[in-house]
């Protein structure tokens, strides 16, 4: 159980383009999940907080307008990098409370690969 | 604000032999203390989740532990597959699931 999928696995994309990332819980719901950046060699930085049926809180300095985040459902939350640029790219990785493991664990999802050219 | 710190950055160990890692933190309530497995280019992987000072986890080679200020990942007879990057991170409470992550510590074991 706690599997967290993410689609695509990697996404290679023209500086200006828009790019959409999913976060899916498999075989759990999640009312409640989470979007983190990656830079090589680094530690996972939190970049907000997506939350079903209502608007996403983001960290301090992260533009909420070119991270745009949508939790649809309560499998599904997507985020879309608007306007790319080769400065955005890095590793996208989500988690997910819940899935029935220990209280307040997260489950994290493989990662999105984003490269802006 | 909370702070997690994980020593060694990078620690390299022969096959079968022992080692710790070490997560020292500082937060307004712990909540939880996680210890997660990550391989290049994959998503964390959930190792433990630690409560309070005492608390003992062990899964297979691994075992965690947690005190008041700091939690050790104590590796025993550790295999070339036990290789990967060990991140340790705390939530507080009342923080709504929120994860502060350490930096990691790539443990590398040759055969």
């Given at each position: 159980g706690a599997v967290v999928s993410q689609h695509p696995s990697w996404v290679i994309c023209k500086s200006g383009t828009s790019v959409k990332i999913e976060c899916r819980s498999l075989d759990f719901q999640a009312t409640t999940m989470f979007w983190y950046r990656q830079f090589p060699k680094q530690s996972l930085m939190l970049m907000a907080t997506s939350n079903e049926g209502s608007k996403a809180t983001y960290e301090q300095g992260v533009e909420k307008d070119k991270f745009l985040i949508n939790h649809a459902s309560l499998t599904l939350s997507t985020l879309t990098v608007t306007s790319a640029h080769p400065e955005d790219s890095s590793f996208y990785i989500c988690s997910a409370p819940?899935?029935?493991?220990?209280?307040?664990?997260?489950?994290?999802g493989p990662g999105t690969r984003l490269t802006v050219l | 604000e909370d702070q997690v710190t994980q020593s060694p950055e990078a620690l390299r160990l022969q096959e079968g032999e022992s080692s710790s890692l070490n997560c020292s933190?500082?937060?307004?309530?712990?909540?939880?203390?996680?210890?997660?497995?990550?391989?290049?280019?994959?998503?964390?992987?959930?190792?433990?989740?630690?409560?309070?000072a005492g608390e003992e986890k062990e899964k297979e080679r691994l075992k965690a532990t947690l005190t008041k200020k700091e939690s050790f990942l104590h590796i025993t007879a550790p295999k070339p597959e036990d290789s990967a990057t060990y991140l340790c991170a705390v939530q507080a409470g009342g923080s709504n699931y929120k994860l502060t992550f350490?930096?990691?510590t790539l443990l590398t074991v040759n055969p």
């Open positions: 819940g899935g029935g493991g220990p209280k307040d664990t997260q489950y994290f | 933190y500082t937060v307004s309530g712990l909540r939880g203390l996680f210890w997660y497995r990550q391989d290049p280019g994959k998503g964390p992987e959930f190792l433990f989740t630690l409560y309070s350490g930096k990691g």
